[in-house]
């Protein structure tokens, strides 16, 4: 029979979502560690939210599934989510606003089109977002954060990225651009087109030169924001305050330990950050990205509240995760009914009941087949005077037994 | 029945505004269609040089699909329909294969003065939440989402757009002759002209990919040029015009909405019946917007179609329209503020559900058999072709035929059977030209005829109902 499955959508299996609740476990238990609380929003969001800041390119809107509800005579199209932070700050404005700070934390699916169908349409994320926090301090908290939920997955090469859109941003405007045509270059770079910004010749030529640098250069600690600071002194007051925030936070990292490489082209899709951006990649694949978003909140409801997050792709990671070994083999137990009859079925699940209630994994069967995935299996015969085999298959020995309790009392000896 | 094989060719031809330049085209460069003109009762024309050509007139927005799908391996048609549809399926099977070099005016963006906008940039700074009209859905969206505009509603109509500025949208995507001649129309001005409109071949990809289709276009080839450049370009041509007095819409406290087409004379028939003068709403003089006697009551003339939507938006508190059509919306938006106060009984049709003569089945049942006992007969998914799709997608799963496939059209749903669609669920009056066409009627979805509707929240509100409640009692006055 044809496959029936959704054109870009995928079939969580077992085996997958072992690694996706793995994930999403090593995930909260982070999170919750560092004080972050859970939430969920839900999948329909207005197509309005995602427009009305006026931050996401045109080229990502054009791939959100938008559509008209059963009530949206009034032509106002609902969206499934497409991204994970908006409708969380969303969340933050309707409910929690009157916070000082919130940390708030999410595992969720987003939705976008892609052309292929290759690709996944339905995407998940583990995503934690920090509101309230001003720099600098909570932009290391959540760089940290993710860092220690990668640790803790066991991924070991994964690679910390930095970039600041302030800064990109700051250089932007030194092209003295008309609106359009700065948006134009905006949404190019958002793309990745950072070619775009380098062929385009300022009328400056030291501007010219500090792009080259700052595109051509990846730097491994903040001396080297600092000898960029050195080498411009002329440098825009915008372009000197977004570097000195540049600067704090890969101080406080370098003070901390952590390793990163600043490579201010490696980024994109920043569409509504405003500082810091970063990204990790493990294998050469982007596994988790984030940054500062001060703007965000201010233009969806005019209060002037900081904020900054990060999300993990759970699709990404549970592609190279290892699967530990099922416990299943170790502790399993297959209670099977040696006929159909109403009496053994009814003493097959009372079996079962007990052996759960006693803390013990139990699952019934009555096909007669030979299973070998159990740690034991529990023969009912109906037939007295033991009515119960025990075959134990790491030891490899049968065992009769007259009772529950007598099957409950093999059991602990083990 | 279906002509798969291969090196059998199979065109689309326009009907309506690109028939006439098409067909002397067509003689031109000789293809053999001479059945091919205007006023043309034939749908399926066989090329008289080509024996391997045939060709089909569709209504030209049904062309891009109709290509797309593979149905047909080349089509003409304006580059507005082709645009619509590529805006919202680029990675689709069609192929722009060249500019055809003939065509007339363009597709403009257009504002209401009373919005008070004179360039796009403030469109995309402000923070209204702007109403865009359009028979262009596609087009519109992605220009309110490239000119990255924070909140607006699309109305998708069909047809009529520049009747809805100022008081029932801000701006519109539409067709123009040209920037002055919009400029021209009270009270718009255009922001930004889209694309002109020519007319295109176009192909689908496999069949170009695949097939050898080189005879057809070297006939053609004389006659392609490069694609014409697409103004991207804000072009105002007509500035200098805007500047002089407008004569200003003035806000009405009832608003009715009358209809255009085939059922403005038997609706104009009824008013004078029901004792209402109106001026501009007759076949000798007619107005976009009519007046009557009563002062408190604006009346505006727009496509039937539309009409429920609008009501359902607080455009207008009544409006003649046809219970199809009210269903058609309602079965769309079940919440709709919408409601049938009475039925007109005029413009009478039955919306019914046909299938081709050669079909052997005799009802719906039937059908269901057919599909799932020999699903190889039809080639499942059953194709419906209708211009309700709301209503037959209702009628659809009610009477579990699965799977299927809608496929809108834009009138003359008739020539898609019997092999572009299996079934058709369209409006009859006599069933003549479903004699002609060799179709058979296999159900009655309903019986539909013109109707008066309002609007829940109008005749809810303390100061409309009083008025709403006169205008009832006199247009039922009209009943026969």
């Given amino acids: 029979m044809k496959n029936q499955k959704c054109k870009g959508m995928q079939d969580l299996l077992p085996e997958d979502m072992l690694r996706f609740r793995r994930i999403e476990d090593v995930f909260r238990t982070c999170c919750l560690n560092w004080g972050y609380q859970e939430v969920r929003t839900p999948t329909l969001e207005y197509l309005y939210l995602f427009t009305a800041t006026g931050t996401l390119t045109p080229s990502m809107l054009s791939k959100v599934y938008s559509f008209l509800d059963w009530d949206g005579w009034s032509g106002e199209r609902v969206v499934l989510r497409p991204d994970g932070t908006i409708p969380v700050a969303r969340l933050y404005i309707d409910n929690l606003s009157g916070q000082e700070l919130a940390r708030l934390f999410y595992v969720t699916n987003i939705f976008a089109f892609e052309g292929t169908g290759k690709e996944n349409r339905e995407r998940w994320q583990c995503g934690a977002e920090f509101f309230g926090g001003a720099k600098s301090a909570p932009d290391v908290e959540i760089i940290l954060l993710a860092k220690q939920v990668i640790r803790r997955l066991g991924i070991s090469n994964a690679r910390l990225q930095l970039s600041h859109a302030g800064l990109v941003k ?55 924001l600092h000898n960029i600071r050195a080498s411009f002194p002329k440098a825009s007051q915008d372009f000197k305050s977004s570097l000195e925030d540049f600067i704090n936070i890969a101080t406080l990292l370098d003070n901390l330990g952590c390793s990163y490489e600043i490579d201010i082209a490696a980024i994109h899709g920043f569409e509504y950050y405003t500082g810091i951006c970063f990204q990790f990649l493990a294998a050469g694949e982007k596994i988790g990205g984030g940054g500062r978003y001060d703007s965000l909140v201010p233009l969806m409801n005019e209060k002037d509240i900081p904020a900054c997050g990060f999300a993990l792709y759970a699709d990404t990671i549970m592609k190279s995760l290892p699967l530990e070994k099922e416990k299943k083999d170790e502790s399993g137990i297959l209670v099977q009914g040696k006929e159909l009859t109403p009496e053994i079925v009814k003493t097959c699940f009372a079996v079962a009941e007990s052996l759960r209630d006693a803390g013990h994994p139990a699952e019934l069967d009555f096909t007669g087949r030979e299973e070998s995935d159990y740690r034991w299996v529990v023969l009912v015969s109906g037939k007295e005077p033991s009515q119960f085999v025990l075959t134990d298959s790491i030891q490899r020995r049968r065992r009769d037994a007259v009772s529950i309790a007598e099957i409950l009392e093999v059991l602990s000896e083990e | ?197 020519t007319a295109f071949l176009i192909a689908n990809r496999e069949s170009l990919e695949n097939k050898d289709l080189s005879q057809i276009l070297m006939c053609f080839d004389s006659k392609l040029t490069a694609e014409p450049q697409i103004s991207i370009e804000n072009e105002l041509d007509s500035s200098e015009e805007l500047k002089g007095p407008r004569p200003s819409w003035q806000a009405k406290e009832i608003n009715l909405a009358l209809p255009d087409g085939h059922q403005q004379a038997p609706t104009s028939q009824f008013l004078k019946r029901a004792g209402l003068v109106l001026h501009g709403y007759s076949e000798e003089a007619s107005s976009r917007r009519p007046t009557a006697d009563l002062d408190w009551l604006g009346i505006k003339v727009v496509r039937p179609q539309d009409m429920p939507l609008q009501v359902a938006n607080g455009n207008f508190d009544l409006a003649i329209t046809g219970e199809d059509w009210l269903r058609e919306h309602l079965y769309r938006f079940p919440s709709s503020p919408v409601k049938k106060l009475f039925a007109l009984h005029f413009s009478t049709v039955r919306i019914v559900a046909a299938v081709s003569q050669e079909m052997p089945v005799a009802d719906i049942d039937e059908l269901r058999s057919l599909v799932q006992s020999s699903p190889d007969y039809i080639g499942a998914p059953v194709k419906v072709a209708s211009e309700y799709i709301n209503v037959a997608d209702k009628y659809l799963r009610d009477n579990h035929i699965n799977p299927y496939k809608l496929i809108p059209t834009w009138g003359a749903g008739e020539a898609f059977l019997p092999e572009d669609a299996d079934m058709l669920i369209d409006n009859v009056q006599t069933g003549k030209t479903f004699q002609q066409h060799k179709l058979k009627i296999i159900d009655v979805l309903f019986r539909s005829s013109a109707c008066l509707i309002a609007s829940k929240d109008s005749l809810a509100s303390s100061s409309k109902k009083e008025r709403m409640e006169f205008l009832t009692q006199e247009l039922r006055a009209g009943l026969l």
């Fill in chain 1, 170 to 224: 700051a250089l932007l405007k030194e092209f003295k651009l008309s609106p359009g045509e700065e948006a134009k270059m905006t949404n190019r770079i958002l793309e990745g087109n950072w070619q775009a910004l380098t062929k385009a010749k300022s009328t400056n030529p030291e501007i010219d030169r500090l792009i080259a640098s700052l595109l051509g250069l990846k730097g491994k600690s903040s001396s080297f």
């Fill in chain 2, 1 to 197: 029945m279906k002509d798969y094989q291969a090196g059998y060719i199979k065109l689309a031809l326009p009907k309506g505004r690109f028939l006439s330049p098409t067909a002397n085209l067509l003689a031109e460069i000789d293809l053999g269609f001479e059945g091919y003109r205007d006023k043309t009762r034939q749908y399926r024309l066989r090329s008289t040089r080509y024996p391997s050509l045939s060709a089909k007139i569709f209504q030209e927005r049904d062309i891009p699909i109709q290509v797309a799908v593979g149905n047909y391996d080349l089509g003409i048609c304006g580059l507005d329909w082709i645009e619509e549809f590529l805006v919202k399926y680029p990675a689709g099977a069609l192929v722009k294969v060249a500019s055809l070099n003939y065509g007339e005016g363009s597709i403009y963006v257009v504002a209401s003065t009373q919005v008070g906008i004179t360039s796009l940039n403030e469109l995309s700074a402000r923070r209204n939440d702007y109403r865009i009209v359009s028979e262009y859905p596609n087009l519109a969206e992605a220009f309110a989402l490239n000119l990255r505009m924070r909140r607006f509603r699309i109305f998708p109509v069909w047809g009529d757009a520049e009747a809805y500025p100022p008081e029932n949208a801000d701006l519109a995507v539409l067709w123009g002759k040209s920037g002055a001649r919009i400029a021209a129309i009270q009270d718009l001005i255009p922001l930004k002209k889209l694309l002109p409109v």
